[in-house]
């Protein structure tokens, strides 16, 4: 089953990966940042458990609150966001910079952003695949959290993208702020399902739009229209 859901979000990396790519002629650049991007993610995650302990600790929460309270949901989300950002820029940049700054910060941006994505899809994907063995488990559940997941890696591989724009247009902080907020969006949208205000196909379909949307606003970005320096 490992197989079958890493190949799973392998191809939903990939299908961001070509959507970008053609804003760069280095494509073995690309998979490397594509690489490093998915080892950023267990990196992040070694380093939000911490950062999230820590404010728990003094703003007297207990570390449930990030999944069981609005309020700390929100702190916890926003913390995450910051967190996977600014990790998946950096990788992002690291691999530019080493490919001689040759082609567009943007399609480095939106490849380790997919892999990062892609990475954190296959553990879900994984734990679908093992429920599907169950006998309480149903076809429409499964597909709506590959349809779900499939949202996850557009957004991690869009808002990496967005911040990238930052990069070329001389507004790093402002793109990268940008990236944070809508990944804080998504992770409260999220926030919201687990603390049951909707049902998991309204939280499939509002990540799709959170995901895809963010996907299409990062290609208009960098289209003609879009007006990305070249």
């Known amino acids: 089953m490992s197989s079958v859901a890493a190949a799973i979000a392998l191809g939903y990396g990939l299908v961001w990966l070509a959507l970008f790519g053609h804003r760069s002629g280095r494509q073995p650049w690309l998979l490397a940042a594509f690489t490093v991007g998915a080892v950023t993610?267990?990196?992040?995650?070694?380093?939000?458990?911490?950062?999230?302990?820590?404010?728990?600790?003094?703003?007297?929460?207990?570390?449930?609150?990030?999944?069981?309270?609005?309020?700390a949901g929100v702190v916890g989300a926003v913390t995450s966001a910051a967190v996977n950002e600014v990790f998946k820029l950096a990788a992002a940049l690291l691999l530019w910079s080493m490919a001689g700054e040759r082609g567009e910060p943007v399609?480095?941006?939106?490849?380790?952003?997919?892999?990062?994505?892609a990475w954190g899809a296959h553990q879900v994907i994984s734990l679908a695949l093992a429920a599907r063995t169950l006998p309480i488990s149903?076809?429409?559940?499964?597909?709506?959290?590959?349809?779900?997941?499939?949202?996850?890696?557009?957004?991690?591989?869009?808002?990496?993208?967005?911040?990238?724009?930052?990069?070329?247009?001389?507004?790093?902080?402002?793109?990268?702020?940008?990236?944070?907020?809508?990944?804080?969006?998504y992770g409260i949208l999220g926030l919201l399902f687990a603390l049951r205000l909707y049902s998991s196909l309204t939280w499939a379909l509002l990540s799709v739009v959170a995901g895809v949307g963010a996907g299409g606003y990062a290609l208009f970005l960098v289209s003609p229209r879009g007006g990305t320096p070249r």
Do not use: N
């Open 41 to 71: 993610f267990p990196v992040t995650v070694l380093l939000v458990t911490p950062i999230q302990a820590l404010v728990a600790s003094l703003a007297g929460w207990d570390i449930d609150a990030y999944s069981t309270a609005l309020g």
């Open 107 to 117: 399609a480095f941006g939106a490849a380790a952003g997919a892999g990062f994505g």
């Open 138 to 185: 149903s076809w429409a559940g499964f597909a709506t959290s590959l349809l779900q997941q499939f949202a996850f890696v557009a957004l991690h591989s869009a808002t990496t993208a967005l911040a990238a724009v930052g990069v070329g247009r001389r507004r790093v902080g402002t793109y990268l702020g940008g990236a944070v907020v809508w990944e804080a969006l």
